[in-house]
T-cell receptor
């Protein structure tokens, strides 16, 4: 099994629909992140969580919400999807004691299309 | 947020050629990382740099932590088809990493 698993891998949804992207990790790390990737813009941080009771907004949190259900699970929701939220979404995790040396472990991504 | 600019944005090269790309920022970072993203997958860590001026190699890859701590460079020697993908730099400051805009590499056999 992958260290970081994202579901679904691909999703097409209609404008205005609510959608949830799920992420689970087997690394046992406390820290989890959600990023959005757009061509030419790199990876931009949406939300991050340093433990189960901690939720922080990232650079582009508007239009998104998150839930940290357990140490291993961190889900991203779009309450009312809009076309400019079409992107590739990545979940990542890191070990707080080794984050600066080992970086983040990423999932394989969820490609979301909003029509 | 922090802005990390990578150049070039894309490269098309012949197999066997060497590749150079760089990442620049207006901010100082304490750690620089380089990631590679294969098509359809998430980024995977290639090289980590921890000190200004540091030069580190991983096989055909060599990366350097710029003296000013505001830039980093990645070189790939003797490129092969499996080098295709998007390469991201990441700089660490505060409690998180900031990612570059990416360099898309295509290797023509």
């Amino acid at each position: 099994d992958a260290d970081v698993t994202q579901t679904p891998r691909n999703r097409i949804t209609k404008t205005g629909k609510r959608i949830m992207l799920e992420c689970s990790q087997t690394k046992g790390h406390d820290r989890m992140y959600w990023y959005r990737q757009d061509p030419g813009l790199g990876l931009r941080l949406i939300y991050y969580s340093f433990d189960v009771k901690d939720i922080n907004k990232g650079e582009i949190s508007d239009g998104y919400s998150v839930s940290r259900q357990a140490q291993a699970k961190f889900s991203l929701s779009l309450e009312s999807a809009i076309p400019n939220q079409t992107a590739l979404y990545f979940c990542a995790t890191s070990d707080p004691d080794r984050a600066t040396t080992m970086g983040y472990t990423f999932g394989s991504g969820t490609r979301l299309t909003v029509v | 947020g922090q802005q990390l600019n990578q150049s070039p944005q894309s490269m098309f090269i012949q197999e066997g050629e060497d590749v150079s790309m760089n990442c620049t920022s207006s901010s100082i970072f304490n750690t620089w990382l380089w990631y590679k993203q294969d098509p359809g997958e998430g980024p995977v860590l290639l090289i980590a740099l921890y000190k200004a001026g540091e030069l580190t190699s991983n096989g055909r890859l060599t990366a350097q932590f710029g003296i000013t701590r505001k830039d980093s460079f990645l070189n790939i020697s003797a490129s092969i088809p499996s080098d295709v993908g998007i390469y991201f730099c990441a700089g660490h400051t505060g409690n998180q990493f900031y990612f570059g805009t990416g360099t898309s590499l295509t290797v023509i056999p």
